[in-house]
């Protein structure tokens, strides 16, 4: 739940968006996990569970593209800062009652600001990489639950959703 009164960094006092000054911070240990799932119909699940899909190896293919995607957020997301990441993993659960692909990623830093951003780009390429190379199959995938699931380090402190 937002917090009232919350002053938004992004912005100068005139209302101009500005890159956030972190040149006064401490370099801490951070990491953010983020989460989301794709569902797919039976014959696409059944294709890449076995390995079988055409263009190859989804869930390998997805996950580098998760990890290279978490590297060059700051190319994608206005204002956000160039980041020397220092771990980032995108795993995956395949949950057979529900014909969907489960998708974890964890980014860890050494430095000045969060990765929540990372995380939560990495799980959202890996998935938009899962329906690239399973469309000719099902359209009709969806794509859904992209969030964080907690952060730790900072100023902010940490942060695990539900609680």
């Known amino acids: ?16 968006a500005i890159m956030v000054d972190v040149s006064g911070k401490q370099d801490t240990e951070r990491a953010a996990v983020a989460a989301g799932v794709v569902t797919m119909s039976s014959e696409a699940y059944s294709l890449v569970k076995s390995g079988s899909m055409k263009k190859g190896d989804v869930l390998g ?11 060059k957020v700051d190319s994608l997301i206005p204002l956000t800062h ?5 771990r980032t993993t995108v795993d995956f659960v395949l949950n057979d009652e529900n014909c969907a692909i489960e998708i974890q990623a964890t980014v860890g830093i050494t430095g000045k600001t969060g990765v929540e951003m990372e995380a939560l780009t990495a799980v959202s390429v890996a998935a938009l990489t899962i329906y690239d ?6 359209k009709s995938m969806v794509i859904r639950d992209i969030k964080l699931l907690r952060k730790s380090g900072g100023k902010s402190g940490n942060y695990f959703r539900g609680k």
């Open 1 to 16: 739940m937002a917090q009232k009164n919350k002053i938004f960094t992004h912005f100068d006092e005139s209302g101009n």
């Open 61 to 71: 293919v997805a996950r580098i593209a998760g990890i290279m995607a978490a590297k």
């Open 82 to 86: 160039p980041l020397m990441i220092t």
């Open 133 to 138: 190379m399973c469309k000719a199959i099902d």
